[in-house]
């Protein structure tokens, strides 16, 4: 119909009863309500959707069907102000999108589901400042447990959450400055093995190229690399080691500068992670020359390429299970006293660390 104004005006449509005035969303159903409409009392409800005995099937399944009707979900809110807690737990990772950390979450979410908890992902970006602010985050949230693969090495802002209970295990690196759970691999004696495989292969000049020297797996596999050589009565050139971001402009330049040295050009090359390893596979296919490759951390379709990539692997999915393992035992209060648990590396043969040197 049209007003005195000339303005044409629509009837209001009528609002659904079960709206709340002013609300754009229905209102969410309550055990009240799938009491009502089951026709049972409120305590009979709560038993059902908390899983508690004391419910006749026949009672259980018009609760179940009530439930199934309304959409019901239930409100944790209470749940957790009742019991301190909330069935949840934060897992603070470097890179979402980095392969090595896909098996590892999974394994972690299992775990966390096998004990009926939810898994809140973060990634810190290999920033100190973002992996704080993410952990406090998450703590302000009142996760029950941390798992933090850290990005920085002074973790004494987590005091007063220890403190208060939330239940930490570092993850691929020791915490900075704090006594806490951690699982790492063995850094160090993957990358001598690796190393010392190059070696008996007839390699004398071998070239390092690895992360941030500040990141403690970078700085163990490059010890492991020294440890190798040195046990070898190799005396290692400058020229020969490169530390730095891994990106690909960053890795490709070093890896050409250390196979175009005029005076002590590199026969082999160690990688130190997978992102290295496939920017060095990339660089070599353009080189006529013949270069052997070992890599710390296996690859996707590295059986695939000719020669197929030798690498240091590291169980990925081990190391987040059996941190995860080691929360819920903090959280279960069997687990008390801080420890480093070291899982083992295995060096996986598949051709490119088994070339001969060229010259």
């Excluded at 305590?43 to 009672?59: D, I, Q």
């Excluded at 009530?66 to 019901?72: R, V």
């Excluded at 999108?97 to 992902?121: K, M, Q, T």
């Excluded at 239940?167 to 400055?177: C, I, Q």
Aim: aromatic fraction near 4%; glycine fraction near 10%.
């Amino acid at each position: 119909m049209d007003d005195r104004t000339g303005h044409r005006t629509v009837p209001d449509t009528p609002r659904r009863a079960d709206r709340l005035p002013g609300s754009r969303y229905g209102n969410r159903p309550t055990m009240k309500d799938v009491a009502a409409r089951a026709g049972v009392g409120l305590k009979t409800v709560s038993r059902v959707v908390n899983g508690e005995p004391g419910v006749t099937p026949e009672t259980e399944r018009r609760v179940q069907e009530a439930i199934d009707a309304l959409g019901f979900r239930r409100n944790d809110s209470a749940r957790v102000l009742r019991k301190g807690r909330t069935a949840s737990i934060g897992l603070v990772l470097e890179d979402l999108a980095d392969p090595f950390y896909g098996p590892l979450s999974r394994a972690v979410e299992e775990v966390a589901r096998a004990h009926g908890a939810l898994l809140i992902n973060g990634s810190s970006a290999e920033d100190p400042d973002r992996e704080r602010e993410l952990v406090l985050a998450l703590c302000a949230r009142r996760v029950d447990g941390l798992l933090v693969i850290p990005a920085g090495d002074d973790h004494r802002y987590l005091e007063p959450e220890l403190r208060a209970g939330v239940a930490t295990v570092f993850v691929d690196r020791p915490a900075g400055r704090i006594d806490a759970d951690v699982v790492v691999s063995d850094n160090f004696g993957g990358a001598r093995d690796g190393v010392a495989h190059l070696i008996a292969h007839g390699h004398r000049r071998i070239g390092f190229i690895g992360d941030m020297p500040r990141i403690h797996t970078a700085a163990e596999r490059l010890r492991g690399y020294r440890a190798a050589m040195e046990d070898a009565g190799i005396p290692v050139k400058d020229s020969w080691m490169s530390l730095g971001v891994t990106g690909p402009e960053r890795v490709r330049r070093a890896a050409e500068e250390m196979l175009a040295d005029p005076h002590h050009p590199v026969t082999a090359i160690f990688t130190g992670n997978n992102r290295v390893t496939v920017t060095v596979i990339r660089v070599l296919a353009e080189h006529t020359r013949r270069v052997a490759l070992v890599g710390f951390d296996d690859i996707e379709l590295a059986d695939l390429l000719r020669p197929g990539v030798t690498v240091v692997a590291q169980d990925a999915a081990a190391l987040g299970r059996t941190a995860a393992e080691r929360l819920f035992r903090q959280l279960d209060g069997t687990l008390l006293v801080p420890e480093r648990v070291e899982l083992p590396t295995r060096l996986i043969t598949r051709g490119s660390g088994e070339l001969p040197p060229a010259d």
